[in-house]
């Protein structure tokens, strides 16, 4: 069974940092994507990053590009989202999700094409 679990949330001030980790069981990651999301209370969902483990490429939102990273530990099938600069704005609960690559890519940013999600952690930065 494929599982999705969140975890290094917390409370950041304005311009701090954070990692967050995913962690994936119950299937090999070699054919899927991950991807983070984000929303905010009365908003929307919106796509933070993705990464896709085929060819280890990366694609970031606009909104994060230059502050957030994204990246995998193979040993311990983890996918990373490091997160500097933070602003007020990036407050909200975030998700990891899971997918098939050929499902999600290359329009990874639609959270209606993902299958699997993790149960979120909360992201709060103080201004």
């Known amino acids: 069974q494929l599982q999705l679990v969140e975890s290094g949330g917390g409370l950041v001030q304005n311009g701090g940092s954070l990692r967050l980790s995913c962690k994936a069981s119950?299937?090999?990651?070699?054919?899927?994507?991950i991807g983070w999301f984000r929303q905010a209370p009365g908003r929307e969902r919106e796509a933070v990053a993705c990464?896709?483990?085929?060819?280890?490429?990366?694609h970031y939102a606009n909104s994060v590009k230059g502050r957030f990273t994204i990246s995998r530990d193979n040993a311990e099938n983890l996918v990373h989202l490091q997160m500097t600069g933070l602003k007020p704005e990036d407050t909200g609960v975030y998700y990891c999700?899971?997918?098939?690559?050929?499902?999600?890519?290359?329009?990874?940013?639609?959270?209606?094409?993902?299958?699997?999600w993790g149960q979120g952690t909360q992201v709060t930065v103080s201004s």
């Open positions: 990464f896709s483990y085929s060819d280890n490429s990366t």
């Open positions: 119950g299937f090999t990651l070699y054919y899927y994507a």
């Open positions: 999700a899971a997918d098939l690559e050929a499902m999600v890519l290359p329009d990874w940013s639609d959270p209606q094409a993902w299958t699997y």
